[in-house]
């Protein structure tokens, strides 16, 4: 299985459709939403392309690929406009390895005991990719699709295989990852 990894849209119809054309040309067979989908929040500037009308129909479009996780920007609202649900978190099993998703507002690394070594934590929520191992455990950020911070790019990952790939918006690729 291929899956298609990305957070905070923050309602950026635009960047969402560039994303979407990586999602197709990879031939992936989930897409991971790791939260704050259609608001850009109070503390955020409008994203390019910010048009929520048109993204709320581009994502419900491709309900039957989404794993969605509810970010800190999400509302009730927002879930009554989308046609699949919302998760506060998900834990699947991806190549033998527990993947624990959550939008990370709330992720506190010290409380993750419950997870196996080697376990896998999605995160989004601060717009700045990135990836470690601590504590046994995999940490991996997508960064922002749309609203990325410091000076990171606007991008999203590919999992397939205990690999992770960081591509920008355009599909080059930032960086890989061997999960061992």
Not at 43 to 48: F, K
Not at 56 to 80: H, S, T, W, Y
Not at 114 to 133: A, C, D, I, Q, Y
Request: aromatic residues 12%; contains cysteine; proline residues 3%.
């Amino acid at each position: 299985m291929k899956y298609f990894i990305l957070s905070d849209i923050h309602g950026s119809a635009y960047y969402f459709e560039k994303a979407m054309v990586q999602y197709d040309l990879h031939q992936c067979d989930q897409l991971i939403l790791l939260g704050d989908l259609l608001y850009h929040g109070p503390r955020n500037q409008l994203p390019y392309g910010y048009d929520v009308k048109k993204l709320v129909q581009i994502l419900n479009e491709r309900k039957k690929d989404i794993l969605a996780i509810k970010g800190n920007c999400d509302a009730e609202v927002d879930e009554m406009v989308l046609s699949f649900p919302l998760k506060k978190s998900a834990i699947l099993n991806w190549d033998n390895r527990k993947v624990y998703m959550t939008h990370g507002h709330h992720l506190n690394e010290e409380t993750l005991d419950f997870l196996p070594e080697n376990s896998l934590v999605l995160s989004g929520h601060t717009h700045v990719s990135g990836f470690k191992k601590e504590q046994g455990l995999y940490f991996f950020n997508p960064g922002s699709i749309s609203l990325p911070k410091e000076n990171t790019a606007n991008s999203f990952a590919i999992y397939e295989a205990n690999h992770l790939f960081l591509y920008d918006v355009t599909g080059k690729i930032l960086n890989s990852f061997l999960l061992q």
